[in-house]
């Protein structure tokens, strides 16, 4: 099983990013798929996740209104829209694959002037 995120960076808060997280491994159309945080001193937090099929997603206060989740199941993969940054959602972001208990390495976000 192997998940590789892709697509942190700095981003100057107002920004936007969109994270990309591939699968395989395991039948990535039969999980559901979240994403995860972790920022400095804290504990890892629940961002979004988003059902097998994609009709069901379910958001973090902290980032309702200005994340989005999706996924390609044709591709094996699942995405992190990340619009109206805050310095606040600088963080290590983490895939995970509640099928097969999974985590990817995790990709940098960091929102800063």
């Known amino acids: 099983v192997q998940l590789v995120e892709s697509g942190g960076g700095l981003v100057q808060p107002g920004g936007s990013l969109r994270l990309s997280c591939v699968a395989s491994g395991f039948t990535f159309r039969r999980s559901s798929m979240s994403w995860y945080r972790q920022a400095p001193g804290k504990e890892r937090e629940l961002v979004a996740t988003?059902?097998?099929?994609?009709?069901?997603?379910n958001y973090a206060d902290s980032v309702k209104g200005r994340f989005i989740i999706s996924r390609e199941n044709i591709k094996s993969t699942v995405y992190l829209q990340m619009n109206s940054l805050k310095p606040e959602d600088t963080a290590v972001y983490y895939c995970?694959?509640?099928?097969?208990?999974?985590w990817g390495q995790g990709t940098q976000v960091t929102v800063s002037s």
């Open positions: 995970y694959a509640s099928r097969s208990g999974s």
């Open positions: 988003i059902s097998i099929g994609g009709g069901s997603t």
